[in-house]
């Protein structure tokens, strides 16, 4: 079983930046998918990025530029940069890990391990 824990959020003006991190513990495995979602309250779940077991990136076209996702297996931490924020990216962030070993950002593929989320909040 794992353990996520986001944090990192708060609020930053348009055009701020802004790191989110995500604490992971418990198992291990040598095929993974870890990624980022948002949502907002009565919305869908989007996926914002994802990384695999080799490092290999997935991020929505609404995010492709501006965020990156990283993770550091040395401090069991992923981290998602985020610049060039925009209103529209106001939401509570998730993090969230998948046991397989190809990544995708379709919402149903994701439903082994999420973390309680931390508020982005994005002024115009």
């Known amino acids: 079983q794992v353990q996520l824990m986001e944090s990192g959020g708060g609020s930053v003006e348009a055009g701020g930046s802004m790191r989110l991190s995500c604490i992971v513990s418990?198992?291990?495995?040598?095929?993974?998918?870890m990624g980022w979602f948002r949502q907002a309250p009565g919305k869908e779940r989007e996926g914002v990025a994802s990384?695999?077991?080799?490092?290999?990136?997935i991020y929505a076209d609404s995010v492709a530029g501006r965020f990156a996702i990283s993770q550091d297996n040395a401090k069991n931490t992923l981290y998602l940069q985020m610049n060039s924020l925009k209103p529209e990216d106001t939401d509570m962030y998730y993090c969230a890990a998948d046991v397989r070993e190809y990544c995708t950002l379709a919402d149903e593929n994701w439903d082994d391990y999420w973390g309680r989320g931390t508020q982005v909040t994005v002024s115009s």
């Open positions: 990384i695999d077991s080799l490092g290999r990136t």
């Open positions: 418990g198992s291990t495995y040598n095929d993974y998918c």
